[in-house]
């Protein structure tokens, strides 16, 4: 699994994601798309998409797209 970097305090409301938030998200910003995120953490793709969703609502972004 690849090492994660640390939370930049600047990126609003990640204080409120949860650890495995937090793991999906480093994956994610790492440029792993889902099926990647659910091999290296060891979950479904299903869970990963509803992990992504959480830290988006959280994040309040819309899409991977968006800074």
Do not use: C, Y
Request: proline share 6%.
């Amino acid at each position: 699994m690849p090492t994660t970097a640390p939370v930049p305090s600047s990126v609003s409301g990640l204080g409120e994601l949860t650890p495995r938030e937090v793991e999906v998200w480093h994956l994610l910003a790492a440029g792993l798309d889902n099926v990647e995120i659910a091999s290296a953490t060891g979950i479904s793709v299903s869970t990963v998409k509803n992990h992504i969703t959480s830290i988006f609502a959280k994040l309040r972004v819309r899409d991977r797209g968006q800074r």
